[in-house]
């Protein structure tokens, strides 16, 4: 099955699927809105970042940690999540508070200083399974599940829009994240995309491919 048909399918079933009539987020991706973003001042975000280090620094101390390296991550991408977080799209009892005091302005500058900094080297795990690297590089057709690396890279560094790179980030925190959308606890994703996906794959596949990821260098 071609990837086209795939995705065409996946999109088809989020847009007419229950729920469907409720915005995942209240960001819109306008021009306005992405140069805003790519303006982003890094060095008051650095300035900014100071509150955020002791949970997302990427450091030994905090390798176990349950929160995400944000070093490297896309722009983009952590602006819509401070948005969502600040709106009540994604819910998180700390992200709530801390997004609530924080302006537009704050929330692209911090955005802009993470995406300057190098990504967390990745750390390797035993070796993953075979089927969790054809979900990467092939999907499924008989799920109609396309290939991560259509949204996410062929090497893990995802999208310019608001698609996450995933490489070298925790295997906790990813597999924690999928189980999230596989139980509709995380809906934050635009056209219930991640939701979809999750729900066809097992407990197992989403711990092989958090695995998979954890173990690419960024």
């Not at 100071?50 to 390296?69: K, V």
């Not at 500058?109 to 993953?128: C, F, G, H, I, L």
């Amino acid at each position: 099955m071609k990837t086209g048909y795939v995705l065409a399918g996946v999109l088809l079933a989020a847009v007419n699927g229950p729920g469907a009539a409720e915005p995942s987020t209240r960001l819109a991706w306008t021009p306005e809105t992405l140069a805003f973003v790519r303006n982003g001042n890094a060095d008051r975000g650095e300035v900014l970042a100071e509150a955020c280090e002791g949970c997302h620094a990427a450091t030994p101390e905090n390798a176990d940690s349950e929160f995400p390296y944000l070093q490297g991550q896309l722009a983009n991408y952590l602006y819509k999540q401070l948005q969502d977080y600040k709106t009540g799209s994604r819910s998180n009892e700390i992200m709530v508070g801390i997004s609530a005091g924080m302006s537009d302005e704050d929330m692209a500058d911090v955005s802009a200083w993470y995406r300057r900094q190098p990504a967390a080297p990745a750390r390797k795990v035993d070796e993953v399974s075979d089927a969790a690297r054809a979900l990467v590089n092939r999907g499924d057709s008989t799920r109609m599940l396309a290939p991560c690396a259509v949204c996410h890279g062929s090497s893990g560094h995802g999208q310019a829009q608001d698609t996450p790179a995933l490489a070298a980030q925790k295997a906790t925190y990813l597999e924690q994240t999928m189980l999230a959308y596989k139980s509709g606890a995380r809906h934050n994703d635009i056209y219930r995309r991640m939701r979809l996906i999750v729900q066809q794959l097992s407990d197992e596949e989403i711990r092989q491919l958090a695995r998979y990821y954890a173990g690419l260098e960024h």
